[in-house]
């Protein structure tokens, strides 16, 4: 064991002073040629015949320096350097079917990176907010569909009824555009909630207090939480601003608190004011938003059999307010992307139709670039290249394909998210304003790296393997004969180009159907 220990240590040591061995293995062949050469110079032969004698009996030099170099490093990994050494001077020797390749390979996946990179910022990514999943919001449902809008006696019902959830709180559907004209006017994103809103999504603080019940009443004063963001921008940080008055549609607020830089909501606000409910009204205006978290240890489908059971108990009792809904709880989150959650998938279904045409043209590029390279693999292979170090050529050719196209992929695939960005900003829950958006993790990443080397290896390697199957010998007899493309190749080429045109056409009708579907 301690034997292979210290080969592997050498070989690994072999990587970073190869040159100096391979002198001081040069300097030793040269004396033992030296030493031959004196010995047979004393024996009686001309320096000529002494010097041709010593190399005779030495052998094969360059076996024996290709020998020595093989024994003292990982034969693998020599052999992969010279692989990509190999590929990079024939990617350099093809400049247009380099550039032509990288750009279609990168289109496709860019494409697809931009769209999934939309898809894992509001599908995948968990909520900012502690423990996500057991955030719930109340929906009616009826014969006529589902709404998340509720009235004021609904929001009482649950409050008294809703045993299984806590933290009870409604905030508005939207952003509302209010004045403030303290200092400079503009206009301010805010949302009306109710006192235990910053409890339930967890909202930290770094001034103040939030909301308590006597200022959510339906007398309450007129107070306001602000931003992390607009505290900073607006009121230059002002660590006094707790207790001063601000006039938000010439009316007078007084601030009681600033939120943590990392809190974020949606719909995104810069400030919070309270909804001042009158509970006992009886208004049917379904205009709101409530939402509550699970208690701990009740999942989401007992949430809702106790919800069902009380609202039928309340049903039965004629004191329902909404006795044409069934009322349940789902996830917030599923809540916050029902809406955009077809669309996007759809969406990446179309873009996946964009990379399979981006493939065939890949494939058709590599497949012509076959065609001309096949004297050269042939000639390599008659003067000893075995199938399976071709091959390993060819797959290192498409995984340095596939690297750069991944590169300048995740590069184009920044920008479309980015231009997906700017062209809808509020269509997009989580992401709507640019400095919430997206950027790179490991998902986005392993999905264009994962994308790139699947297309970069299957039609990198069909190409190769069509190669092999017709047998090195038929392909250097047929180009020894013709000097040009065979018949063979002719009819491959043509079969190609049109099984590309047909796909392409296929795929973007496909595409567009898709795209257009999401548009409306």
């Known amino acids: 064991m301690n034997r292979y220990i210290a080969q592997a240590v050498a070989k690994l040591r072999n990587l970073v002073t190869s040159r ?7 300097r030793e062949i040269r004396t033992h040629l030296a030493f031959l050469e004196e010995e047979f110079l004393r024996r009686g032969l001309a320096p000529a015949e002494a010097r041709r004698a010593a190399q005779l009996e030495c052998g094969n030099l360059e076996l024996t320096r290709q020998s020595h170099r093989d024994g003292r490093a990982f034969l693998w990994l020599t052999q992969a350097g ?7 001077r ?6 247009g079917f380099t550039v ?6 990168a289109l496709g996946v860019g494409a697809n990176t931009a769209v999934f990179s939309v898809i894992d910022a509001v599908l995948l990514k968990p909520l900012n907010y502690p423990d996500p999943d057991r955030i719930v919001q109340f929906f009616l449902s009826s014969s006529g569909g589902t709404a998340k809008g509720a009235s004021i006696p609904d929001l009482r ?8 959830v806590e933290e009870i709180s409604a905030f508005d559907f939207g952003q509302s555009e209010m004045g403030l004209t303290s200092g400079a006017p503009e206009q301010v994103h805010g949302i009306h909630v109710t006192s235990n809103y910053f409890r339930l999504f967890g909202a930290s603080l770094v ?3 939030a909301f308590n019940e006597d200022e959510d009443s339906a007398q309450g004063p007129n107070v ?3 931003s992390y963001r607009l505290w900073k921008r607006r009121f230059g940080g002002d660590d006094q601003i707790i207790g001063k008055a601000i006039s938000l549609d010439k009316e007078w607020y007084t601030v009681i608190g600033v939120t943590g830089e990392s809190f974020h909501t949606e719909p995104e606000a810069q400030l919070w004011i309270p909804f001042h409910f009158n509970l006992n009204s009886v208004d049917q205006l379904h205009s709101f938003g409530v939402a509550a978290r699970l208690k701990p240890g009740i999942t989401l489908a007992q949430a809702n059999a106790q919800l ?3 609202s039928e108990a309340a049903r039965r009792d004629f004191k329902l307010a909404d006795p044409d809904f069934q009322f349940q709880v789902r996830k917030f989150s599923d809540a916050m992307v029902s809406y955009v959650r077809s669309s996007l998938l759809l969406l990446q279904g179309a873009v996946i139709l964009v990379l399979l045409i981006a493939c065939a043209n890949l494939a058709n590029l590599l497949l012509m670039r076959m065609t001309v390279r096949k004297r050269e693999f042939a000639i390599r292979g008659a003067i000893g290249a075995g199938r399976g170090r071709i091959l390993r050529q060819l797959i290192m050719e498409s995984l340095l394909l596939c690297t750069f196209g991944c590169v300048v992929g995740v590069a184009f695939g920044l920008i479309g998210a980015r231009a997906l960005l700017i062209a809808g900003p509020n269509a997009l829950p989580y992401i709507g304003k640019p400095d919430l958006a997206f950027g790179l993790d490991w998902r986005v990443l392993g999905f264009a790296a994962g994308l790139s080397l699947l297309t970069a290896l299957i039609f990198g390697l069909l190409p190769a393997l069509v190669v092999c199957r017709e047998g090195f010998e038929n392909v250097l007899r047929e180009a020894g004969a013709r000097q040009g493309t065979g018949a063979r190749s002719k009819r491959a080429q043509s079969f190609v180009v049109v099984s590309e045109v047909a796909l392409s056409l296929v795929l973007l009708i496909g595409a567009t159907l898709l795209i257009r579907t999401f548009i409306s």
């Open 20 to 26: 100096e061995v391979d002198a001081d293995f040069e």
């Open 82 to 88: 010279q692989d990509i050494r190999h590929a990079l």
């Open 90 to 95: 024939s990617m350099r020797r093809s400049k």
């Open 100 to 105: 032509a390749a990288i750009l279609t390979l």
């Open 157 to 164: 019902f649950w409050q008294d009824h809703a045993n299984s």
């Open 207 to 209: 001034l103040g207090r």
């Open 224 to 226: 306001v939480v602000l």
């Open 308 to 310: 069902n059971a009380a």
